[in-house]
Each structure stands twice: as C-alpha cells, then as structure tokens.
C-alpha cells in the first residue's frame, strides 16, 4: 500500500517520503481501516520532527521513529475485524485516533490502510463527510477533556476561548456553545467572522484589545493558544472561575527544543493542588471511545460542524505541515489518500 514514512526525526520536508509498504492486519480487538481522510494537526508536528526532545519519551521512540507512518486522525471503511472485535463490521464507516495511547507518536493514519483499537473508534454519522469526520478526534478530543475538566461546563455560563480560530479552538467554541454556556472567541482578525459564524456571542480581536484588561469575568477561560499567563487571566475569572492551559508552544517558537512547554504544564499541574483557579487535573476523565461517541452525537445533531481550511493529498504532507506551522489554517487542515 502507498504510505507516508520518515526513517528518522526532521523538518517534515527533508524526513517526510511516499512508499510502498505492506498492509497491516487487524490485530486482537483492532479493525482494518481502509483510510478515506485523515487530518493534521500540532502533535503530528511534534511526532514527525521529535520536538521537543522530551516528548520522544512517551513512547514513540527516542532516536528514530517506532513507527515510520505518521498521522493520527482518519476516518474510513471497515476492512476485515479482528479476533475480539464486537462494535465494528465490514463495510462500517467509522472515524477516530489510531490509538489508544498519547497523541504525541505516530500513528499510521497517512497511508491507504490503518490497523485501529476498536474502542478509539465510533461511527461516522450520515450526512457527514470523511473529511469532516476524519477533522474531528484529536482536536475534539483535546477540547472535550479540557472543558470537563475545567467544569463541567453549565448553562449560562461565560467561556472564553483564546486561539478560537484553529482546530481545536474552534470545536471547543461550539462545545460549550451545545452545552448550553455564554461564549466569547479570541483570535486575530481574519479569523473573527468564521467564530461568529460558529455561534461566538462575542468575538475579540487580540491585536485590539486585551481582554485580561477589560474588567469582564468569566467562569472558564480556555487558552487553547498557550500564550496567556495564569496571573494575567486571573483578573478576568470569576471567584470561582477556572483558567485551563492546553500546552501548544508554537513549534518551538514560544519554548525551548528540548522541554517545549512540558515545564509549564508540570508547574500548572503543581499549583493546581493550591490555586482555585486551576482545573483537579486529577479527576476522572472519559476514555477516548466514549469522547468519541459524545463527539458523534453531536456531528450528527448539527450541534458541532467541522471547519476545514484546506485539503491536501498524500503526497503533499510536508506541505500540510508547514501550513500548519505557519498559523494561517482557520480551522482543520485535511489529508486524502
């Protein structure tokens, strides 16, 4: 079959080549997916350049590459099933992540098949798309868990969303839009009239205006963009308001090659036990296949509609990728075999 595979971690331009491979097989409790989409996004970045050097730790191999396919997003047609396998059948339409583990490692989404744990999986509703299916897992996922995290999110409450423009941002506006809160967008101009039309009740421009600064407060503020520091945003929470750090450091730009903005987080993660405003990072969080499930339902209800900036063809990876790293993407970029 015709995959993407890198030989060892760079600039996905230099490291990033189309191949013939062998096929996979369907594993216990795995379904074979005949890939129809997939989609990038940052963690894709981070797998494929092995950047920031810590993240090579989580499992996707510290000198080269465990697995030379990059991609963790797709969506696709059920191909044969697994010993085990009691969710799926052939001929099912179905999309998710590849694993059942961090994001941060490739995947083998970038290739015409893809061998996936059935329980990263949910069905892909009618009326939607592979390409807008196959836009959602990651991105969904990452927002999903945050919000409950900062949560849950209730009605009538204020949220805010730094970065609403991008893929991530964008599925979490309309989130905690479906569950019911009061939600204000932030992202740079040529982006605020695609958050509007998201359902935003307000939209800023943060080349204008510094919301920290306006003296409106806000029950949750989702920095999806990472640029934000917890002190600033203090003063524009609620008492009992939650600041929720997603960790994106801008491919290198904002942290360093080797630590990224692990630190950060650790730090986040320490303060936590002390500070009101941060999220229990220890709570109970919902597995992939039932975040999956959720985001489904809400596919199929029209309640979350997946934005795609562009779509590229296999062969055109590295060129998604710096797209991506460019920050100019409103919304998802998408991959087709």
């Keep these: 079959?015709?995959?993407?595979?890198?030989?060892?971690?760079?600039?996905?331009?230099?490291?990033?080549?189309?191949?013939?491979?062998?096929?996979?097989?369907?594993?216990?409790?795995?379904?074979?997916v005949r890939v129809r989409a997939a989609s990038v996004n940052p963690d894709v970045w981070h797998a494929v350049t092995g950047r920031p050097w810590v993240l090579r730790l989580m499992g996707g191999g510290v000198l080269r590459p465990k697995?030379?396919?990059?991609?963790?997003?797709?969506?696709?047609?059920?191909?044969?099933?697994?010993?085990?396998?009691?969710?799926?059948?052939?001929?099912?339409?179905?999309?998710?992540?590849?694993?059942?583990?961090?994001?941060?490692?490739?995947?083998?989404?970038?290739?015409?098949?893809?061998?996936?744990?059935?329980?990263?999986?949910a069905k892909k509703p009618e009326g939607i798309t592979f390409?807008?299916?196959?836009?959602?897992?990651?991105?969904?996922?990452?927002?999903?868990?945050?919000?409950?995290?900062?949560?849950?999110?209730?009605?009538?409450?204020?949220?805010?969303?730094?970065?609403?423009?991008?893929?991530v941002g964008s599925i979490a506006l309309q989130l905690a839009k479906a569950w019911g809160a009061r939600v204000t967008g932030v992202d740079k101009g040529e982006k605020l009239s695609m958050i509007r039309s998201l359902g935003a009740d307000r939209v800023i421009d943060y080349n204008r205006e510094d919301f920290t600064q306006s003296g409106e407060r806000f029950d949750i503020i989702l920095d999806v963009a990472s640029n934000l520091t917890l002190k600033a945003c203090k003063r524009a929470l609620k008492p009992a308001g939650k600041y929720i750090f997603i960790g994106h450091d801008h491919y290198g730009k904002a942290t360093g090659r080797v630590f990224g903005s692990v630190p950060r987080a650790f730090k986040l993660l320490f303060l936590s036990r002390f500070d009101r405003h941060l999220p229990d990072f220890r709570a109970p969080m919902p597995g992939k296949g039932e975040a999956m499930a959720h985001l489904a339902k809400l596919l199929e209800e029209g309640k979350l509609t997946p934005v795609i900036d562009r779509t590229f063809t296999l062969d055109r990876v590295p060129e998604a990728l710096l797209h991506l790293q460019e920050g100019r993407a409103m919304g998802k970029i998408v991959i087709t075999p």
């Design 131 to 167: 390409e807008q299916a196959a836009s959602v897992p990651t991105s969904g996922y990452i927002a999903f868990l945050n919000l409950l995290m900062g949560g849950p999110v209730r009605p009538g409450q204020s949220v805010l969303v730094n970065g609403a423009g991008g893929g």
């Design 67 to 121: 697995n030379p396919v990059p991609g963790i997003d797709m969506a696709g047609v059920v191909e044969s099933v697994g010993k085990g396998v009691d969710r799926f059948g052939l001929g099912d339409e179905i999309f998710g992540e590849t694993s059942m583990e961090f994001q941060w490692k490739n995947g083998g989404a970038y290739a015409e098949y893809v061998s996936v744990p059935q329980d990263a999986l």
């Design 1 to 32: 079959m015709k995959a993407v595979v890198q030989d060892k971690y760079g600039p996905p331009a230099e490291v990033l080549r189309i191949r013939e491979i062998d096929r996979p097989v369907a594993g216990d409790g795995e379904v074979l």
